[in-house]
């Protein structure tokens, strides 16, 4: 996903990996947010779980690769 810097103002992306991880995350701990780091400024950078789901729509609760799938 395309993130501008909320500090720099310089876009940077993020994988899919990241956001995936970053949506277990604020699931697994009850976050409200998470941060991730602009690569130009290195300041933090609040993502919302809102925004999150967006970029990766798929994702679900407690589907984290830990845990082995059914199927
Ligand atoms: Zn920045």
Redesign the pocket.
């Known amino acids: 996903m395309q993130i501008r ?6 876009p ?1 992306a993020i994988g899919k990996e990241t956001v995936y991880a970053a949506l277990d995350a604020i699931y697994t701990d009850d976050l409200n947010h998470y941060n991730t780091q ?6 933090a ?1 609040r993502l919302s779980p809102k925004e999150l789901k967006r970029a990766a729509p798929d994702w679900q609760p407690g589907q984290s690769s830990a845990e082995p799938a059914e199927e």
Do not use: V
Request: with cysteine; aromatic share 8%.
């Open positions: 810097c909320t500090n720099c103002h310089k940077f602009c690569p130009h400024c290195r300041r950078n």
